[in-house]
């Protein structure tokens, strides 16, 4: 990865003026360079213009704001599939070669993607609440929403199946489903919802909080960021296949 001086200045949605940081990064690594290009502290001060270069070394064409978005999605979708678990909804596993700094760098990278109008709508509503945006929006319906897409389509069925009509001849099949996020109360119709709330605050908020823990200091920049995501959050994502325009 590699970064030149900076240059011109741009102005961003939000009415902020940034100076260009020219960067490039390398296809064949590509999660790895744009991960150490968010681990500098002032990155977000930046409007950054992406250079990629292919398998061959040679620079990819440039399609304008496109690139970002490019980078974000590749860089995502890798992450989610090697740094998180949960299959429609996802959270961030803590692993032994991602210590603070690079959590970090990944909060910042959240950030950004907002800012390009490329947010990865693959992290857990429940889990982006409580870290980007504002614990106060969580509720026990978002919360219980969140936990069946984060849960294997096969067991969201069960559990569906459940909160519809609890049927006592299921009831080992739903036990299965729950047993295996160290739930052993027995379920029943009325606690049904509360043993799903509990569960899915423990997966979605609670175990990978350390994570995003550790995000940025907010400064005036990403104050307006995390106010209009805030705001944007209460309404309805635009959801466009894994990733959302907002």
């Not at 150490?36 to 398998?55: C, G, P, S």
């Not at 978005?69 to 678990?85: G, P």
């Not at 605050?201 to 209009?228: A, C, F, G, W």
Request: hydrophobic content about 40%.
């Amino acid at each position: 990865m590699q970064q030149t001086p900076d240059q011109q200045t741009n102005s961003s949605s939000f009415g902020e003026v940034f100076v260009t940081k020219p960067v490039t990064v390398h296809r064949l690594n590509l999660k790895r360079d744009v991960l150490e290009v968010f681990t500098n502290e002032k990155i977000l001060d930046y409007e950054i213009k992406f250079t990629v270069l292919d398998h061959r070394g040679e620079r990819e064409i440039d399609i304008g704001s496109g690139v970002a978005r490019d980078i974000i999605s590749a860089y995502f979708e890798e992450f989610s599939l090697s740094d998180m678990t949960g299959f429609s909804e996802r959270v961030p596993v803590i692993r032994h070669d991602m210590l603070n700094e690079k959590w970090k760098a990944v909060a910042r990278l959240l950030l950004y993607s907002y800012r390009v109008d490329c947010f990865p709508t693959v992290f857990a509503r429940a889990f982006i609440a409580s870290t980007i945006v504002d614990e106060t929006l969580l509720t026990k319906e978002m919360i219980i929403s969140s936990f069946l897409l984060f849960l294997p389509p096969a067991d969201n069925d069960i559990v569906k199946e459940m909160l519809y009509e609890f049927d006592e001849s299921k009831l080992d099949a739903l036990m299965d489903v729950l047993s295996g996020y160290n739930c052993f109360r027995p379920p029943k119709e009325d606690n049904l919802k509360t043993i799903l709330y509990e569960l899915g605050h423990h997966e979605l908020v609670q175990k990978p909080r350390y994570s995003m823990e550790l995000r940025p200091n907010t400064d005036n920049l990403i104050t307006l960021l995390v106010n209009d995501l805030h705001k944007k959050f209460n309404e309805n994502f635009i959801v466009q296949d894994n990733f959302c325009y907002v």
